[in-house]
């Protein structure tokens, strides 16, 4: 059986039952709410495990259908994760960047994305230049 799906929706409904402002409750009350989905905030915790769970599936999964299984499948699964926090944190650095040069859009500022990635000093420039 597929979980990852269903393991979404959960998610999903915990967070429009702990969030009565969210857009998609704006016709929903909260006795409704309650009434209809409440049962599923005693599975809070359980759904955080499942969760994690699933995630090392997704990513072994990934790392399995590139790579093959092998002796290094371990290793390339666990930098795997690294690998996706670089790449958030470089989308939110990048973010960061576009907001201080919204004139420039997209295409103005994707030259700049390897900076982003380093420690800007004299001689990292320098030897850029």
Not at 63 to 89: F, M, P
Not at 108 to 124: F, G, N, Q, W
Request: glycine share 6%; proline share 2%; hydrophobic share 40%.
């Amino acid at each position: 059986m597929n979980l990852g799906p269903l393991l979404k929706w959960a998610t999903m409904v915990l967070y429009h039952l702990n969030s009565p402002l969210s857009d998609a409750r704006k016709e929903i009350s909260v006795e409704r709410m309650k009434q209809k989905l409440g049962w599923l905030g005693e599975y809070a915790s359980d759904l955080d495990r499942w969760n994690q769970c699933q995630e090392v599936l997704d990513r072994s999964l990934s790392v399995i259908n590139l790579h093959g299984l092998d002796a290094k499948t371990k290793e390339l699964v666990e930098r795997s994760r690294l690998s996706t926090e670089i790449l958030e944190s470089l989308f939110g650095k990048y973010k960061q960047v576009e907001r201080q040069h919204s004139k420039g859009g997209f295409t103005r500022l994707i030259a700049a994305t390897p900076t982003l990635c380093v420690e800007a000093t004299s001689e990292v420039v320098g030897q850029a230049f």
